[in-house]
């Protein structure tokens, strides 16, 4: 703990990182940038639920709901009364946040295994309670969202740079980039104050918490509001990044691929819920065009690669990621970094080799 | 009064389904304390195995207990080769390790078997019996009757055999077990085996209602998870009740209230939540002492 | 980082440039993006996992006939078709990325017979804004050949469910006028097609509708609804729902409740092999009617057609069809137009021009279809299959009765 408490955060990591993915857009095309928005709105979500998940210990398999409620508070709101769709995401995400709390009021009675199956409950009939209000939702019939072009001095800059005009892909990009430095910003603030703290101790065991003293209800139903805030927010961008939702955008695997990135990426961490959404948008988009597009391989394999579907490769690769990082690729990173410096101090090897995630190694 | 007791009748048949699967669900929570969502696309590959065995020209009730074993020997392998390496991970990586044997049982099925859908012969007539003006099929019968049959066995199996105890005691005290010599990752096992090999039993039963297509599983395993907890998890008895209840709620859900049938689930799930806020432990669970 | 990006920006509009313009070197006709002096590339999107993955057979279906064609015939004019299939899993969150990959970074010359309502409305702005056609998406959904007029770069094919339903009714009121009719529909824009489809068929005897119900896709079979109908009094049911709650109705409504009603049954649900599981599980198939416009692979009648001799020639391409599969003559016939549209474009290759085509000059035989089925788009029309024919169950088999039922027209 004491190692910790003064190592200083990795703040050149940090920001090598946001130089990054300001500039990555400027030589990529159009389309790509377009993939990364949907990423990094997946990392927003995701950091939600790793909130929930992996700091408060409250486990949700649902939370592709929440997302759905964003999406469609913003569409509506953007669509039906002509509001500026900008406006409307802080609305979206404080209007799920709130809702989120409310949910998770009843939730504190659920054991873990019976908030799962509510979650997951959630989740499955989302599709079918939005084809309901159709006249407000749309119905199957969605709601297609006009994508904002860049404000003048945006398209300059950027034109500027790369000699091209920026286009409405690129600009919620970087509306998308705004959104998800605030936000990665107050979660690596919540994780090492008080809240981070207090939720860290229920998830580790709630009677020694609230005899510590921690109001052990209010920082679960607190954790549930803000992972709400979360979703709400990647679904109002994520509806703004598609330009269409309809009852079909939000299906179960949706809230699946949210709880798969947030384990693969690695639970109570920052950097986690970034890579895990890498991981988790890319992966099923590339689990199937990648291998067939090797010339160098036997014409065998990727015929077969083809014809089995993405639905193998799919499968294949996430549970050899999880059987190779069992604690997250952040848990990998760590562990690997904790292997290398004992080489180095050649200090001995300790019995085992996970590591307990904590945040404040950022 | 007829229409009621038709939708009573008819929701015991579509929940003795949800049952039989989730009795496989039971069977590895108890052993190592997760939900396998691979579980309904395992019995979904295993009914496949059996319609192979079938086409080839083996008797169905031949082919039955060669599935049954050939599934057994399936899920021993799964656990060896995908769960054991990562045994002790938190029970969240395993979650979602079955969550990837879904998907990847599930496609590869689809590779070998295609999409369009097949009809498993089954033992039982599809002709149904006249109990004063509700009518009941001898095919969900039989998958009433066979559901009993394993909770039976499941039953004497881990209250009254050794192999049954030993099972627990490695599931609930790993490391004293282990002190008295008991192989428990073996006997984590054997847990996948017979959850494979009862998976395999409620595949071949509902294969004939459902049509055997890779997908056939997909919307059981919702049902069956939400009728194991409402059973309580880790309460074979618990499940079988827990499974009617679930099939006839939504059935009277879907039917009775009104212009929602399409929101029957919902209001069936909705029914199940509100019972488990009621009755924290579910149905057939037993208080859990807070560990400090 | 200032100094390198605009030079690397610079390499990637170069070879946006070079694979721009790639296609319009060494070629004297007129072409377009997506186009080389020997190939045209075309794109889909399509559900090749997930819970829709039954349908992901139709694009490997559309593949096999261009295999079958570039192998056979060199291809269209000299270029060989390249069909590029990804899957969305029926999501049209991942419709629209994917679409704009095609689009964008394959740079496709047309987008053919993507499938799904929701995932197919997804794209239809972007497409339509793009110019890039959105030719013969594969769903039956009024939208995409009534709304021709706001979305000028998209067309369907197959007949749209409303028309087909408006059939029912007039076979309704023809032969069961004092019928009682009862609907179970599946709760999204198939079902809802359906049903208005049938509303507006039957007009002001809309009132025979005594009872409607929905289901969701989440439901493990539709028992409580047909309890529900039958206690209605229903005589004359209506079954506008996929396979697989179709066939389970089938079976309930003989085994589960001992009922007789006369029986209405939509062309998804209706291919041979599907009757013989519900016959199979139970169904005793009395009074079943449907309707049709393509030939059945399975009906023994056509086993000596020329087309379905073609059929089964061109799916011999295709490792992982299923001959008996009612989805893959459905994808070899959509692709025959596809291929009758390029040809007809000939060395005028361009978007523009085959979109043209494929909206207002169809006119073709198409030996997949029923006898005297015609595809067919006009100036003013652009519902390209508006005939059907009524069939009923024999026992056996479906037997086509009266003639074909031309509907263009009717909707608007």
């Not at chain 1, 009843?106 to 054991?111: G, H, M, V």
């Not at chain 2, 050939?70 to 080769?81: K, S």
Request: hydrophobic share 50%.
């Amino acid at each position: 703990m004491q190692r910790i408490r003064t190592a200083p955060p990795r703040y050149w990591l940090v920001l090598l990182v946001v130089i990054f993915f300001l500039g990555f857009p400027t030589v990529i095309s159009s389309f790509l940038a377009s993939e990364w928005a949907q990423a990094l709105i997946l990392a927003i979500a995701i950091m939600g639920l790793n909130i929930l998940v992996g700091y408060s210990g409250q486990l949700s398999l649902g939370h592709g709901a929440f997302m759905a409620m964003g999406a469609y508070i913003s569409a509506i709101l953007a669509h039906r009364y002509k509001m500026d769709y900008l406006a409307t995401v802080p609305i979206a995400a404080v209007v799920t946040g709130v809702v989120g709390f409310l949910f998770g009021i009843p939730s504190l009675r659920l054991s873990p295994l019976y908030l799962a199956l509510a979650t997951f409950a959630l989740a499955v009939v989302t599709p079918s309670l939005i084809k309901r209000p159709a006249d407000l939702t749309g119905g199957v019939q969605g709601i297609l969202i006009v994508q904002p072009d860049p404000p003048q001095l945006a398209s300059d800059v950027f034109g500027a740079v790369t000699g091209t005009a920026m286009t409405s892909d690129q600009w919620i990009y970087y509306i998308t980039l705004a959104c998800a430095l605030i936000l990665f910003w107050l979660a690596w603030n919540l994780a090492r104050r008080r809240p981070g703290r207090a939720m860290r101790a229920i998830r580790d065991g709630e009677v020694a918490a609230a005899a510590s003293g921690v109001n052990v209800a209010g920082f679960k139903t607190l954790a549930f509001g803000i992972s709400a805030f979360y979703a709400g927010t990647a679904g109002s961008l994520f509806a703004l990044s598609t330009g269409f939702i309809s009852a079909d955008t939000f299906p179960v695997s949706l809230s699946i691929q949210l709880l798969v990135g947030a384990v693969v990426g690695g639970l109570a961490s920052i950097p986690g819920p970034l890579l895990g959404a890498i991981f988790a948008y890319f992966l099923p988009i590339g689990s199937n065009q990648w291998v067939p597009s090797q010339t160098w391989l036997p014409d065998q394999i990727t015929s077969t690669v083809k014809n089995a579907g993405p639905a193998v490769s799919y499968g294949v690769i996430l549970i050899l990621i999880m059987m190779f990082a069992p604690n997250g690729m952040v848990g990998l990173i760590r562990s690997g970094y904790a292997t290398l410096d004992r080489r180095l101090r050649g200090a001995p090897d300790p019995k085992t080799g996970q590591m307990p995630p904590d945040p404040q190694t950022v | 009064m007829q229409e009621f007791l038709q939708l009573v009748v008819s929701g015991i048949s579509t929940g003795a389904i949800f049952a039989s699967l989730a009795l496989a669900l039971v069977l590895i929570y108890n052993a190592m304390g997760l939900v396998n969502f691979a579980q309904g696309e395992m019995a979904m590959f295993a009914t496949f195995i059996a319609y192979t065995l079938v086409n080839a020209g083996m008797s169905f009730w031949i082919a039955f207990p060669v599935t049954m074993v050939l599934a057994f020997g399936g899920g021993i392998l799964i656990q060896r080769v995908v769960i054991r390496p990562v045994e002790r991970a938190p029970v969240l990586t395993l979650v979602i390790i079955t969550l990837g044997l879904a998907t990847l049982v599930n496609g590869v099925a689809g590779f070998l078997w295609g999409y369009v859908p097949r009809s498993f012969a089954s033992p039982f007539s599809p002709d149904s019996v006249d109990l004063g003006g509700v009518f009941i099929s001898y095919r969900d019968l039989g998958v009433i009757a066979v559901s009993g049959l394993v909770l039976l066995a499941i039953y004497l199996l881990l209250q009254h055999t050794t192999v049954g105890l030993t099972l627990r005691a490695a599931a609930h005290h790993p490391e004293a077990s282990r002190l008295l010599g008991v192989h428990v990752s073996w006997m984590l096992a054997l847990g996948w085996g017979l959850a494979s090999a009862v998976g395999a039993v409620s595949g071949m039963m509902v294969a004939p209602i459902l049509l055997l297509e890779p997908n056939m599983m997909q919307t059981i395993i919702i049902y069956a998870f939400a009728a194991a907890v409402l059973g309580g998890i880790e309460s074979p008895l618990g499940a079988v009740v827990g499974g009617l209840l679930v099939g006839v709620t939504v059935n009277l859900a879907g039917a009775y209230i009104p212009n929602a049938g399409d929101l029957q689930l919902a209001f069936g799930l909705g029914i199940i939540i509100l019972v488990l806020i009621l009755k924290p432990n579910g149905l057939f669970g037993r208080a859990a002492t807070r560990r400090v | 980082m200032g100094k390198t990006t605009p030079r690397l920006a610079a390499v990637a509009a170069f070879l946006l440039t070079m694979a721009a313009c790639g296609g319009n070197t060494g070629t004297t006709t007129q072409t377009d993006v997506g186009i080389t002096s020997d190939q045209i590339l075309l794109g889909t999107t399509i559900a090749l996992s997930g819970p829709a993955a039954a349908y992901g057979t139709i694009a490997n279906a559309e593949n096999a006939y261009f295999t079958y064609l570039n192998n056979t015939q060199g291809g269209v004019n000299g270029r060989k078709i390249k069909f590029k299939i990804l899957d969305d899993a029926y999501n049209p969150a991942q419709t629209v990325p994917l679409t704009k990959q095609l689009v964008e970074s394959d740079q496709v010359f047309a987008m053919f017979s993507g499938l799904g309502t929701q995932a197919q409305t997804s794209v239809r702005e972007y497409l339509n804004g793009k110019k890039v056609p959105q030719l013969f998406v594969a769903t039956g959904a009024t939208t995409f050949m009534k709304d021709f007029g706001s979305n000028q770069w998209t067309i369907g094919w197959q007949p749209p469910y409303q028309g087909e339903a408006r059939l029912y009714a007039k076979d309704v009121l023809q032969n069961h006028p004092s019928a009682k009719i009862g609907v179970l529909y599946q709760n999204d824009d198939y079902g809802q097609d359906y049903l208005k489809g049938l509303t507006d068929g039957l007009g002001d005897k809309a009132s025979m509708i005594v009872a409607k119900e929905s289901y969701d896709v989440t439901a493990a079979n539709p028992y409580a609804q047909l309890t529900k109908l039958k206690a209605a009094q229903v005589d004359t049911l209506f079954l506008f729902s996929t396979p697989k709650p179709s066939i389970q109705s089938l079976a309930f409504v003989t085994a589960g409740l001992h009922w007789e009603p006369t029986i209405y049954l939509n062309s998804v649900s209706n291919p041979q092999v599907y009757m013989g599981l519900a016959a199979k599980s139970g169904a005793a198939l009395k009074n079943v009617t449907s309707v049709s416009y393509i030939k059945d692979p399975t009906d023994p009648q056509w086993a000596s057609d020329e087309g379905m001799k073609l059929y089964k020639q061109v799916i011999a391409n295709c490792s992982t069809c299923n001959v008996s599969d009612g989805f893959n003559i459905y994808g070899v016939a959509v692709a025959y137009t596809m291929v009758d549209v390029l040809k007809q474009a000939g060395s005028n290759l361009t978007r523009a021009n085959v979109m043209k085509i494929a909206s207002s000059q169809l006119s073709e035989t198409n030996p997949f279809l029923l006898p005297g089925v015609k595809v067919t788009t006009t100036s003013s029309d652009h519902f390209p299959i508006m005939q059907e024919q009524v069939i009923t169950w024999s026992g056996t088999g479906w037997k086509l009765q009266g003639s074909l039922i031309d509907e263009r027209g009717t909707i608007k």
